[in-house]
C-alpha cells in the first residue's frame, strides 16, 4: 500500500492495455451500445443502482439465481425500489470510506471496476449472474479480513466452514438445473413468470424434446 505512483503506473499497465485492446476489438458492440441506447442515462443508473444492491444479496445467499432474472428497469427516478437502494449502497460506500483506514478501501475500487462497463452501457440484459464473477472475490476477500481481525478463534472458522457447506449444496442444486435445454428454461420461467425470453426459450425446448403437450403452467404462467 506504500507504492509509489511510478511502480503503480508500471503494474498497471499491461492491465491498461488489455482494457484497450478490448474496446477495439468490442467498438462496433459498444458503439451501438452508446449511440442508440435501450434507455437513457439517467434512467440506466437508477436500474443500476437496483442492481448492485440485488448483486450484493446474490453473493451473501445465492439462492434465487436464473439464466434470464426476472428484473425490471427503473421507469423514473421515483421508483419506489430506487431509495431504499440508494440509501443501502451509501450506507456501505460510508463503511468503506471507514474502512479505507485500514488500507481495504481497494476493495471497493476493485468491486466497482468490475461491475462498471455494464453500469454505465445500457443493455438490454440488466441484470447477470456472470457479471459477478470479477466482483466477488472483492467481496469475499473482504468478508474473511474482517472475520478474521474480529474473531481468530474457533467461531470465524466454524461460520466459514457452514457458510461454504451451504454454498457447496446450492452449487450442486444448479447442477441439476445446468443439465439440459429443457431444466434450465424451466427453471427461469418459475422464477421468472413475466420475463418472456425465458417462457419461449423454455417452449423451443419443449419442442425439441418433442413434449408441446406439456401444460404451460407447469413454467410458471
Not at 474502512?99 to 453500469?119: I, N
Not at 429443457?182 to 421468472?192: M, P
Request: hydrophobic share 60%; aromatic share 12%; net charge positive.
Amino acid at each position: 500500500f506504500g507504492m509509489s505512483w511510478r511502480r503503480r503506473f508500471r503494474l498497471y499497465l499491461p492491465a491498461a492495455a488489455i482494457g484497450l485492446l478490448y474496446l477495439l476489438v468490442s467498438r462496433a458492440i459498444v458503439g451501438k451500445a452508446l449511440l442508440a441506447p435501450v434507455r437513457s442515462l439517467d434512467l440506466q443508473l437508477w436500474t443500476q443502482v437496483k442492481a448492485w444492491s440485488y448483486y450484493l444479496l446474490q453473493l451473501v445467499m445465492p439462492v434465487r439465481l436464473s439464466v434470464d432474472h426476472q428484473f425490471f428497469a427503473a421507469r423514473t427516478w421515483s421508483d419506489p425500489a430506487n431509495l431504499p437502494a440508494l440509501l443501502f449502497l451509501i450506507s456501505l460506500a460510508w463503511a468503506l470510506v471507514q474502512l479505507r483506514r485500514a488500507g481495504l478501501g481497494w476493495m471497493a475500487g476493485w468491486w466497482v471496476l468490475a461491475l462498471a462497463p455494464t453500469a454505465l452501457v445500457p443493455l438490454i440484459v440488466l441484470v447477470n449472474d456472470h457479471r459477478l464473477y470479477l466482483a466477488a472475490p472483492a467481496f469475499f476477500a473482504l468478508a474473511a479480513i474482517c472475520l478474521c481481525r474480529f474473531d481468530r478463534g474457533r467461531v470465524a472458522t466454524m461460520l466459514t466452514v457452514a457458510y461454504f457447506l451451504v454454498l457447496a449444496i446450492l452449487s450442486l442444486q444448479r447442477t441439476t438445473v445446468w443439465r439440459d435445454e429443457l431444466s434450465l428454461w424451466r427453471d427461469a420461467a418459475l422464477r421468472g413468470p413475466l420475463v418472456v425470453k425465458s417462457q419461449l426459450r423454455y417452449g423451443d425446448a419443449l419442442v425439441a424434446a418433442a413434449r408441446v403437450s406439456e401444460p404451460p403452467a407447469r413454467a410458471g404462467l
